[in-house]
Each structure stands twice: as C-alpha cells, then as structure tokens.
C-alpha cells in the first residue's frame, strides 16, 4: 500500500515494503504486476474526478474472479493463514506519526 500523494509503484521496480506495526520486518519486492485499488466513485468535496459506476453483474463477476485468484490457504475456514499485507516506507512513517500524535500519554506520580 502507498499513501494517497506518492508515486504509484512501477512493474519489475524494485520497492521497500515493511510491516504496518513492526518496525523490524521490512523486505525489497520487485512486484511483477501493480494494479490500482482505490477508485473515486463519489468524490465528495475532493477535486478528484468522478469514475462511471459499472454494472452490478461486472462488480459481481470481478468479485468472484478476485476470490477466485487468492491462495486456499488464506480462503479456509479452519486456520486459515493470516492475509500480509505492507505499506511503504513514507506511509509506515504517516502511520506511526499519526499513532505517536494520538496516542494517550501516561503519567507518573
């Protein structure tokens, strides 16, 4: 995952991913295929502009397609593998900003 102002990630582009709370677990991936997940549909007071809402039958049929394409192991119902997921560099460093800003500090008497 990457933060809403950072370059989208290149095919066969070497990036570092790391763990969205563990500091220490933090890898380089050259992704063979990048694929957008997030679409504008209803843009609310954003400057983004408005993506055409496709037909219930197509969200449905990429839906399956999707399911269809993630590993069985993840798809159990008995212990199943929990699903990774990592963030860039820049948004683990928003992440953790956020997290410090709002995070009650305790105090000692």
Known sequence: MTGENEPPPQAGERILCRHP?????????????????????????????????????????RCIKQL?????????????????????AKLYDFIHFLWLNEAPVGELQ
């Open 21 to 61: 709370f563990n500091e220490s677990k933090r890898a380089y991936v050259v992704p063979k295929r990048v694929e957008e997940l997030l679409k504008c549909y209803w843009p609310g007071n954003s400057d983004q502009e408005r993506e055409e809402l496709p037909p219930l039958k197509e969200i449905r049929n």
């Open 68 to 88: 269809e394409q993630m590993r069985p192991d993840h798809m159990r119902r008995l212990n199943p593998t929990p699903y990774k997921v990592s963030v860039s």
